[in-house]
């Protein structure tokens, strides 16, 4: 017990605790942190605010979510035109490669009468354009496929989390 306010030396490093002047205990200080608890506290602390900052943003994406839909129904909707217009985008692919293709076969023809002759450089760069537009069009439609794909699990994934949230059951089909 000491009354002044330094500590002695025997107790410099320890927990104390701190009374008024009618013994009635007011505050309690806890010993230093070892270096292995300042950086296990320092974790903790780093762990918690990660924690809360993605609880922060799932509730973010929470209310966007039920801010953009009225129902589930609305996602349906929503769905069925992102997928029309991803599958109109591949009809349009498919149909530009179908001409490419007629072209292409044409200068084929064409070139096929200069296989003993040097093909005029406008109609070899023609070919290899063709060609190369052709290819354009495949990872096009490839493309197309896969955000088809990721558009499906992001609706799946919204009517999910939007029947969860409203506590709505959802559709048996869509």
């Not at 599958?87 to 007629?102: G, T």
Request: charged content about 35%; aromatic content about 4%.
């Amino acid at each position: 017990i000491c009354a002044d306010s330094a500590l002695p030396p025997a107790c410099r490093g320890q927990a104390y605790r701190i009374f008024d002047r009618g013994g009635n205990p007011i505050a309690d200080v806890a010993a230093p942190l070892s270096a292995e608890q300042r950086s296990a506290a320092a974790e903790a602390e780093k762990r918690k605010q990660i924690e809360e900052a993605a609880r922060q943003e799932q509730q973010r994406v929470d209310q966007a979510l039920l801010a953009t839909y009225a129902s589930l129904d609305d996602i349906d909707l929503v769905q069925r035109k992102s997928e029309q217009e991803l599958q109109a985008a591949i009809r349009n692919a498919h149909n530009r490669i179908v001409e490419l293709q007629k072209r292409l076969q044409t200068l084929s023809t064409e070139a096929e009468f200069y296989q003993r002759k040097a093909m005029p450089a406008d109609l070899e760069s023609e070919l290899r354009t063709l060609k190369y537009e052709i290819k354009l069009q495949q990872e096009l439609i490839e493309g197309k496929r896969k955000d088809l794909n990721e558009a499906q699990a992001k609706f799946d994934t919204d009517r999910r989390r939007y029947a969860e949230l409203t506590g709505r059951n959802q559709p048996a089909s869509r």
